[in-house]
């Protein structure tokens, strides 16, 4: 069954989260495809990668995707402390992030918090703008 047609049936709520599933599936896949698929395709979708500066548009979002996915050999990514919220055709995921992404140098692990931000179009929740930051790593900063 197409993705659209399992989430038609689902409450928001639950849709949201399938959506979010497929966003970070697609990040852990280092499949431009993929990523494709979850973003709306429109001028103003933003994101911002830790470290990095504000990707506006998606012609932008998406070089920045490419940028990592070229880099980067594998990423692992658990998720904690995942809220989700609907509110009519727009829905956000707050959640911290782990990962860990293999390069051709070496290993690197990263904690962040995170939010996602999707709207409802044409029985599809697209996302239209991903907020990273970097949280110290410590015993308060774990990832649940």
Not at 34 to 44: C, G, K
Not at 50 to 56: A, H, K, R, T, V
Not at 105 to 121: E, V
């Amino acid at each position: 069954m197409p993705p659209e047609t399992v989430l038609a049936v689902q409450s928001p709520e639950v849709a949201l989260r399938e959506a979010n599933r497929r966003y970070y599936a697609a990040f852990e896949s280092l499949d431009i495809t993929q990523m494709d698929e979850i973003w709306a395709h429109e001028d103003w979708v933003q994101c911002v990668h830790p470290g990095w500066d504000l990707l506006l548009g998606w012609a932008e979002v998406r070089e920045g995707w490419v940028r990592i996915f070229s880099n980067t050999r594998r990423t692992k990514i658990a998720l904690g402390a995942v809220v989700i919220h609907v509110e009519g055709d727009a829905g956000w995921v707050a959640c911290t992030e782990q990962v860990t992404s293999a390069y051709s140098d070496g290993i690197d692990d990263a904690l962040a918090q995170a939010t996602n931000i999707f709207i409802y179009r044409g029985g599809v929740w697209r996302i239209v703008a991903h907020h990273a930051s970097p949280l110290p790593s410590g015993p308060k900063a774990t990832v649940q």
